[in-house]
């Protein structure tokens, strides 16, 4: 009986013609390493031939289908470089890879991810194959080229707001998926730098989800500890914790004592937060005299240092309408770090009950929703 061929991975590299050209293949080794430069493991590299043809034979063997890292050396840089800034530029691209499967790849090295192809890919690269394409769309559309100034209050939260539109996208998929591991890709894609306080209940959910599906895989159980509520700002739909606030007059109170009858925005600002001012003017203080005797409350709390700036900010934005709350304590304030809120501007919405319905809306954004939840009550009666 004739021996049979060992399994590879090859392919096909155009626009190699007369460089020297290497591609690495790496092994993540966990999650956070997916798509992390630097964080993985190089365990094979081919030089590309001077027809763009290339084998990888050191394969690993694996029971299970594994996640593997295809990247292109890039001069100057180390090995397991991954350029994970600008998509469009990227030099690495994951595929899915069990013992035994030959995989024939074709790709571009000035595109290298863009332009990346599998012949007759399985189910799940198929699925990281669309992955790559909603991933490069969404940044082309919404990232790609933009530059914001943003010392301008309006022009940062316009960067939250096309980061949000970006990473919609592949939580999208991520949510629909039958794939753990392409879902996982979408899951790190979401953020390279593994900052997920604006969006903790996209990993709340990625966790139950594929606790259920796959238990004991290793790298559903490094995303359930990243996950951890007790990790994670307040979720939608929790009950906001009743915690003590110092007051601008000196005294204490407790915020659950201080709930507004209908609707309660906590606010989390600071008097050197350009958006966070502007937020005071052009918003709070509409909404509070449009819609405080109708129920809304705003209790606000800043992340200060020197009492004389905060003060003198509260006093010039007229925000001394509604509760103002700070510990004075700078970089450390501790009512930010027990919500788990590192970034600002912030904001949780409460309901009478002190039930979060909504989280960081900011401008017309929150305007709307408070407009339509308190005039919808006042219909209704």
């Known amino acids: 009986m004739a021996c049979q061929k060992p399994a590879a991975i090859t392919g096909q590299l155009t626009g190699a013609t007369g ?10 080794q ?39 890292e295809l990247a292109v050396k890039v001069p100057g840089m180390a090995p397991n470089f991954l350029e994970t800034d600008h998509p469009a530029q990227a030099n690495y691209m994951p595929i899915i890879w069990q013992t035994g499967e030959d995989v024939y790849i074709t ?8 332009s ?6 399985s189910e799940e690269n198929v699925a990281l194959l669309a992955l790559r394409d909603i991933y490069q769309n969404a940044y082309q559309n919404n990232l790609a080229g933009k530059h914001w100034l943003v010392e301008d209050g ?6 939250e707001d096309a980061v949000l539109n970006f990473q919609q996208q592949l939580m999208h ?17 979401v953020s390279p730098e593994n900052l997920y306080e604006r969006i903790p209940e996209f990993m709340v959910n990625q966790c139950e989800k594929w606790s259920k599906a796959q238990p004991e895989h290793p790298w559903v159980k490094e995303l359930c500890k990243e996950a951890n509520p007790a990790n994670l700002p307040v979720l939608l739909g929790d009950e906001f914790p009743n915690l003590a606030l110092p007051l601008l007059a000196g005294d204490t109170i407790q915020l659950l004592d201080h709930l507004g009858a209908k609707l309660t925005i906590i606010d989390l600002w600071a008097s050197w937060c350009a958006p966070c001012r502007k937020e005071n003017r052009d918003v709070l203080v509409p909404l ?17 240092s020197d009492a004389d700036s905060w003060k003198n900010a509260i006093a010039r934005d007229g925000a001394n309408r509604w509760v103002q709350a700070s510990d004075l304590a700078g970089d450390a304030p501790p009512f930010l770090q027990q ?36 005039e919808k009550g006042s219909a209704s009666k």
Do not use: C, M
């Open 19 to 28: 460089k020297s050209t290497t591609i690495y293949l790496i092994d993540p």
């Open 30 to 68: 966990n999650l956070r390493g997916v798509s992390a430069t630097y964080f993985g493991k190089v365990i094979d590299s081919a030089i590309v031939q001077a027809d763009g043809s290339f084998v990888f034979a050191n394969l690993p063997e694996t029971q299970q289908p594994v996640l593997l």
């Open 107 to 114: 790709a571009n090295r000035e595109a290298f991810q863009k």
């Open 116 to 121: 990346f192809s599998i012949a007759a890919p």
């Open 154 to 159: 309006s022009e940062l939260l316009k960067k």
């Open 173 to 189: 998929f991520a949510d629909t998926t039958p794939y753990l591991l392409p879902a996982l890709v979408a899951v790190r894609w």
């Open 288 to 304: 509070w005299d449009a819609y405080h005797t109708q129920g809304l409350q705003i209790i606000a709390y800043g992340l200060e």
């Open 339 to 374: 919500i788990r809120v590192r970034t600002i501007p912030a904001n949780f919405i409460l309901d009478e009950n002190a039930v979060v319905l909504a989280k960081n809306l900011h401008g017309d954004a929150l305007v709307g929703f408070v407009k339509g939840y308190l």
